[in-house]
């Protein structure tokens, strides 16, 4: 089985910085997509920022110029370092990854971490 595990998370006041790690474990020796998407009580799930392994990076708009989303595809990890947090960040931010099995693309997340900004 494979997994992706999380950590990082915790509580910070606004303006202030954490960095959130996923390491995946298990049998897959490469994934294509990794990133992070974060929820908020009351809401969808969004994507935060995804990083293929060819190295194009995607931010959402709320994150860009904040958040620094980096891999390693030799340990098959992915990072994000989050800056200048604001209370709106708050979220249960959820680590996420895609592989090929076969013809199928196989879709795995995270736990989650929960990330708090206070004002």
């Known amino acids: 089985q494979v997994h992706l595990v999380e950590s990082g998370g915790g509580l910070v006041q606004a303006g202030g910085s954490l960095r959130l790690s996923c390491a995946a474990s298990g049998s897959v020796l490469s994934f294509d997509t990794m990133g992070w998407y974060r929820q908020a009580p009351g809401n969808q799930r969004e994507l935060v920022a995804i990083?293929?392994?060819?190295?194009?990076?995607r931010y959402s708009d709320p994150v860009k110029g904040r958040f620094t989303i980096s891999r390693d595809n030799a340990k098959n990890t992915v990072n994000l370092q989050m800056n200048n947090l604001q209370p709106e960040d708050t979220a249960v931010y959820s680590c996420y990854a895609n592989y090929k099995y076969g013809t199928n693309w196989v879709p795995l997340w995270g736990q989650g971490t929960q990330v708090t900004v206070s004002s």
């Open positions: 990083i293929t392994s060819g190295g194009s990076i």
